[in-house]
Each structure stands twice: as structure tokens, then as C-alpha cells.
């Protein structure tokens, strides 16, 4: 089993910066991608961001594109979220996922879910 603990959300101005984390224990996560999946108010799961676990490969919607970096340290089992310039569309609950197969995570049916950091920006 493994268990996905978020952190870092919070309320930020448009245009501001916030990074986000996500701690993953249990099973080795070698073989899975970890990404972001986030959840507005009223609206469908949306992909983010992903990597792989060794970090060479990463994938990011292209609303986020150029603002939001993910990265991952696997000494501290972590994985981040660096988003910059943000919007007021930005904001959502935003959910640490883990899954083996990108596409899953990427249409939001991953294994593995955090139990969510709510983003707010602000106009």
C-alpha cells in the first residue's frame, strides 16, 4: 500500500508563487509516475503535471505550461510542484497521484490519491 500525504497549499494574489509537496510511503514507487491532478469547484478532474521516477521524463498540461515545474527527490521519497505566475483559474484541489501508466494518471484514474491541498488565488 502506499500513502500520498500533500502539503503546501494555501492563498496566494494572482501572479504569486506556491510550491507544493507530496511525501509517499509504504511500497517503492520505482515503477510508478507520480503527478498532480487538481478539481475546481463545479468542474472534472484535471491533469497537471507527472514524472517518471527517475525524473528524465515529465509531462504537464498546457495550461501550465511555462508556469508550473514538477520535480522529485527520491532521497526524501517527495515529490513537488513549483507553480508560478499564478491564475485565479488556477485555483482547485489539487491531489498527488501515483500510478504505473501515464495515461491513467493523466485522465485522472490513478491507483494511489492524496487527500488533497486546496489552492486558492485570488484576483
Known amino acids: 500500500q502506499v500513502q500520498l500525504v500533500e502539503s503546501g497549499g494555501g492563498l496566494v494574489q494572482a501572479g504569486g508563487s506556491l510550491r507544493l509537496s507530496c511525501a509517499a510511503s509504504?511500497?517503492?514507487?520505482?515503477?510508478?509516475?507520480m503527478g498532480w491532478i487538481r478539481q475546481a469547484p463545479g468542474k472534472g478532474r484535471e491533469f497537471v503535471a507527472a514524472?517518471?521516477?527517475?525524473?528524465?521524463?515529465?509531462s504537464y498540461a498546457d495550461s501550465v505550461k511555462g508556469r508550473f515545474t514538477i520535480s522529485r527527490d527520491n532521497a526524501k521519497n517527495t515529490v513537488y510542484l513549483q507553480m508560478n505566475s499564478l491564475k485565479p483559474e488556477d485555483t482547485a484541489v489539487y491531489y498527488c497521484?501515483?500510478?504505473?501508466?501515464?495515461?491513467?494518471?493523466?485522465?485522472?484514474?490513478?491507483?494511489?490519491w492524496g487527500q488533497g491541498t486546496q489552492v486558492t488565488v485570488s484576483s
Open positions: 497521484t501515483a500510478d504505473k501508466l501515464l495515461w491513467r494518471l493523466q485522465i485522472g484514474v490513478s491507483e494511489y
Open positions: 509504504g511500497r517503492t514507487l520505482s515503477s510508478y509516475f
Open positions: 514524472i517518471t521516477w527517475s525524473g528524465t521524463t515529465t
